[in-house]
């Protein structure tokens, strides 16, 4: 029996290998094959990118460059936003919190991230539950979030602030793998 296990095991992680092989690439249902890949690089180089010249690089038409852009766009493989230095658009205060958690992670995870100061959420490993990324106008704006908004969600247990002093990079370049 234990040496069906991990027959099985070998034979998923041979078809796992395959795929990624391939140059295709699953996302909660969205693959991606090589072309698509080489796409979402292109536009993470340049969001503004004309199609034209994606479908140059890529080696297809225009048209077909925009259907498979809206296509990974409607799957939420990507989204195409400016982003912005907050300092520059009349947000003063950024920190990054800790959250730890009693009970359900996913619920408090949702109560942040229906907060708009809350720009990023992730549930982690470690000595926090959750990290959580604020952007906020002042000081002030930044202790109300915390203190009357973040703590008074049920289930947090506690908070740990990490306030930024400057924002040195701040790039969305990973590419693909």
Known sequence: MHSDGVASRSADQRDQRAEKDSGRYRNGGAQLD??????VEQLQEDGRRPYAAIGKAVGLSEAAVRQRVQKLLDQ???????????LTVGFRRQAMVG???EGDVESVADA????????YVVMTAGSFDLMVEI?????????EVINTRIRAV???????SFVYLKLKKQTYMWGTR
């Open 34 to 39: 090589a072309v698509s890949l080489a796409i």
């Open 76 to 86: 939420g493989v990507m989204q195409i936003v400016a982003v912005t230095d907050p």
């Open 99 to 101: 959250v730890n958690v």
């Open 112 to 119: 942040l991230t229906a907060m708009s100061e809350c720009e």
């Open 135 to 143: 952007v906020c106008e002042d000081d002030d704006h930044l202790l």
């Open 154 to 160: 049920p289930g947090v247990r506690s908070t740990e």
